[in-house]
């Protein structure tokens, strides 16, 4: 501390409103020249707004963003990597066609005296940056289509530091990796730190911020809560001050086991190559039933082929005792499945047509008089989930695209409820749902449980996992792992089954 | 004054009032214009597009698109009039030509659905396909000496309307309840809208899609049916350029590329204002070769005005939900 100049980057007091939402309320930030620092916050917390004014895209109400203590404004994301700021965003924004070294210089290939690139120069320059993470072998002038989902990740990386930042934001760039290409990511990082570039790391994975970061900065809400040195906290700092508030609360009460109604879906040697094998489990009558495990552990792949979306190769399953066929999400419908999608937007909704619409589209034959629809019938049904769901808005008629994440994803489980489902698979249900609307979506599961429907909650957020589930099943490598009743339930009990090395391969 | 509102903001509408401006201003420009013979030449004319923008709508609406409806007029015609010719029966001929344009839709339908390939790959392929068998087929000669009572099809008049006209009516009235309020071809909006949703929400897409493109070839057959019967004569050429009439139509009827919405009133007056448009050109004696241009203009036009309200309500989108 003994140099003039202490933070390479520094946000003081930044302040985003969008109608009606302040996104960031005073956030405060400090980043030491050739340290990671991890940003923590639950959905909606204000980090990737955070990140995209650091980066350029918004323009902060108030506040000042200091770079080398001096202060600076950015109009847009080209002024911010030109200033030194480099993002390195969630969705791969790689051209598959185009080679290596030409993703790395997009529309900056060096070029000679006509405009025409100047090839080898360029290939030199990709060489010189991927040796610096090893990859020396790799031949710059492979197309990106080739490569792995990891080198993808690290051709991107190399592609914003191509422009020699002082600062590198990861907006979750473990989302889609395996372990072992998660450890060499976090080297990778470590020796940008060596060079002097200083990384910002968002992530959900708590643990990983104990391997990667120096420190963190921890927000809820849109507040800045605090920030600390990793080596000074633990895992259950970080919770309760992203939390913020006991978790009971949001998760409301458990109800005794003993209340369960008789098993509704039961799953036997459920089979499909390369996705999952063997897979057996049971959910009861008023069941809350969490599937836990890492990216890639064959949750939702178990979920599509339960609910006829995708064919097993083998297995059986049952709803109320009668086997149902595996052929089409139609008729997991007609035997009384539902699924809640975890990709709404591309998968669950109908964007562009309004909430009334949304909220029947699963059972269009129950709205029909004659050959005809009831439009008096879908008015009735669509004003009542309004009201029941809490939906914000002024209208049924309103477009879907229109509403907020928390909104939408109301109307998507909305049309699931709707159907009365035996059985309800919820597949990530408040990923990108604010807490407000989070708590809400809990206790409408809840409630649908105590009316004697069997919950198969998906999620990657453990928390959830660990205070909306009666049980737990783990999943790891498409196998089941293990199971854990909920109250001996704990965070490491959990992750110890969903990494464990030592599975055998055998049934658990 | 709530559904005054509404009905302002529906695209079938707007483009009644256009049409109704321009009839009202040729009514005074042109002595001609009113006179019955004038509208029903106009009808009659653009009574073959109008019976193939039905189904189109159907299809558009779904998502789908469809090349080739103008060699499957060509194509059905040609066979119908043969098969006639060897002295098979009307009705028995008839319903053969129907079925082939059934069968050529299942064809692109298959390949589109199950298949996997991209519409408008599929259906170019398609048009260059019946068109060349309707050439293969007929040594490229027109056939004609077709029998009266099939003739009738296409030149029956009741109370001076000619049956063209008749049966496009008949088809629109009814297409048009039937998309709009049936259950069934409802599912067609959900399609469109979001394939991926629709398969998870229980709607079979697989079937409403080949189902889609069947009706689409069954109408054309029928189209070219028609035409055949109207002019006594089947045509190796009729047809040529007719799908980008239809699909134009369809899309300043409101529908789109993307699919999800779109009705067969709109199409329907789509159709109607460009045939207008032709009409009002000739009598005011333009110059023949600008109407195609002007066409053309008029469906920019209509997509112009939707890219500006979907603007719109993006940016409301921008300001309201971000996170």
């Known amino acids: 501390m003994s140099e003039g100049l202490v933070f390479v980057l520094e946000a003081q007091d930044i302040v985003k409103t969008f109608p009606g939402v302040r996104a960031l309320n005073g956030v405060n930030l400090k980043i030491k020249k050739g340290e990671t620092h991890a940003l923590v916050g639950e959905n909606g917390a204000g980090k990737s707004t955070l990140m995209l004014t650091l980066g350029g895209v918004h323009k902060p109400d108030s506040g000042r963003i200091l770079l080398n203590g001096k202060p600076v404004t950015f109009s847009s994301p080209q002024d911010a990597v030109a200033q030194g700021i480099s993002v390195v965003y969630q969705e791969l924004s790689l051209v598959p066609a185009l080679s290596v070294a030409e993703n790395i210089f997009a529309n900056r290939q060096p070029v000679g005296a006509l405009g025409l690139i100047r090839r080898r120069e360029m290939l030199k320059k990709a060489q010189e940056l991927l040796a610096l993470f090893d990859l020396e072998d790799l031949d710059p002038s492979t197309p990106v289509s080739r490569l792995s989902l990891a080198n993808q990740q690290v051709i991107e990386i190399l592609k914003a530091i191509s422009t020699n930042p002082s600062v590198l934001i990861l907006d979750e760039p473990t989302s889609s990796l395996t372990e072992h290409e998660a450890k060499r990511l976090f080297e990778n990082l470590a020796r940008l730190n060596q060079r002097g570039i200083s990384c910002i790391y968002i992530s959900h994975h708590l643990s990983e911020i104990f391997k990667v970061a120096h420190s963190v900065s921890i927000m809820r809400d849109g507040n800045w809560v605090c920030d600390a040195r990793v080596s000074d906290i633990d895992e259950e700092f970080l919770i309760s001050n992203m939390v913020g508030r006991t978790l009971v609360d949001i998760y409301g009460v458990?109800?005794?086991?003993?209340?369960?109604?008789?098993?509704?879906?039961?799953v036997t040697g459920l089979n499909r190559e390369r996705e999952f094998s063997d897979v057996s489990f049971q959910l009861r009558a008023g069941e809350i039933v969490g599937f836990s495990g890492l990216v890639g552990a064959g949750r939702t792949e178990v979920a599509h082929a339960v609910f006829g979306a995708t064919l097993p190769d083998s297995g059986?399953?049952?709803?109320?005792?009668?086997?149902?066929?595996?052929?089409?999400?139609?008729?997991?419908?007609?035997?009384?499945?539902?699924?809640?999608?975890?990709?709404?937007?591309?998968?669950?909704?109908?964007?562009d047509f309004n909430i009334r619409e949304n909220l029947v589209s699963n059972r269009l034959h129950r709205f029909t008089f004659g050959p005809f629809m009831n439009d008096k019938a879908i008015d009735q049904a669509a004003d009542k989930a309004i009201a029941d769901y809490r939906i914000a808005t002024k209208s049924a008629r309103k477009t879907v695209r229109?509403?907020?994440?928390?909104?939408?994803?109301?109307?998507?489980?909305?049309?699931?409820?709707?159907?009365?489902?035996?059985?309800?698979i919820v597949d990530e249900p408040t990923r990108g749902v604010d807490i407000g609307a989070r708590s809400e979506i809990y206790g409408f599961l809840r409630q649908l449980a105590g009316r004697g429907t069997a919950i198969m909650l998906i999620s990657s957020d453990l928390t959830e996992i660990l205070g909306l589930s009666d049980r737990i099943v783990v999943m790891k490598g498409g196998r089941i792992a293990g199971e854990v009743p909920a109250d001996r339930a704990t965070e490491e009990s959990v992750i110890s089954l969903a990494t464990a090395s030592n599975i055998n391969g055998g049934k658990a | 004054m709530n559904w005054l509102k509404n009905l302002t903001r529906q695209r079938e509408f707007m483009i009644a009032v256009i049409v109704a401006a321009i009839a009202v201003t040729m009514s005074f420009s042109s002595p001609y214009f009113l006179y019955p013979e004038n509208l029903m030449a106009l009808l009659l004319g653009l009574s073959i597009e109008a019976i193939i923008a039905v189904a189109m709508t159907h299809l558009m609406v779904s998502g789908g698109f469809d090349m080739s409806v103008g060699s499957i007029v060509a194509f059905t015609g040609s066979a119908t009039a043969l098969l006639l010719v060897s002295g098979i029966p009307v009705v028995v001929a008839v319903v053969l030509g129907l079925l082939v344009g059934a069968a050529i839709g299942l064809f692109n339908g298959f390949i589109i659905a199950k298949v996997g390939i991209n519409p408008f790959v599929t259906t170019l392929a398609s048009l260059s396909l019946f068109r060349g068998l309707t050439l293969i087929l007929t040594q490229g000669k027109n056939i004609s000496g077709l029998p009266a009572d099939f003739n009738v099809i296409g030149q029956f008049r009741l109370f001076d309307v000619q049956t063209p006209i008749l049966i496009a009516l008949v088809l629109i009235?009814?297409?048009?309840?039937?998309?709009?309020?049936?259950?069934?071809?409802?599912?067609?909006?959900?399609?469109?809208?979001?394939?991926?949703?629709?398969?998870?929400?229980?709607?079979?897409?697989?079937?409403?899609?080949?189902?889609?493109?069947?009706?689409?070839?069954?109408?054309?057959a029928l189209a070219g049916i028609v035409m055949v019967a109207r002019l006594g004569a089947a045509s190796t050429t009729s047809g040529t350029g007719l799908e980008l009439r239809v699909i134009t139509a369809v899309i300043i009827g409101g529908a789109s590329l993307q699919g999800g919405q779109g009705t067969v009133l709109g199409a329907f007056l789509g159709s109607l204002l460009m045939g207008l448009i032709t009409n009002a050109l000739t009598l005011l004696g333009v110059d023949v070769y600008w109407q195609t241009?002007?066409?053309?203009?008029?469906?920019?036009?209509?997509?112009?005005?939707d890219r500006y309200g979907k603007l719109r309500t993006e940016k409301m989108e921008l300001r309201g939900m971000n996170k």
Request: aromatic share 8%.
């Open chain 1, 254 to 266: 458990r109800p005794s086991p003993d209340t369960f109604g008789p098993v509704r879906l039961d």
């Open chain 1, 316 to 351: 059986r399953v049952l709803v109320d005792g009668q086997e149902i066929k595996l052929r089409s999400p139609r008729q997991a419908i007609r035997a009384g499945i539902g699924y809640l999608t975890e990709d709404r937007k591309s998968m669950g909704l109908y964007l």
């Open chain 1, 402 to 424: 229109m509403l907020s994440g928390g909104n939408q994803q109301k109307v998507l489980l909305g049309a699931w409820i709707g159907i009365e489902p035996k059985v309800l």
């Open chain 2, 173 to 220: 009235v009814l297409g048009d309840t039937v998309l709009r309020r049936s259950r069934f071809f409802r599912q067609s909006y959900y399609i469109g809208g979001n394939e991926k949703a629709a398969r998870l929400s229980g709607i079979p897409v697989d079937r409403m899609k080949i189902l889609a493109y069947v009706l689409t070839g069954l109408f054309a």
């Open chain 2, 293 to 305: 241009f002007v066409i053309g203009a008029t469906l920019l036009l209509a997509v112009l005005i």
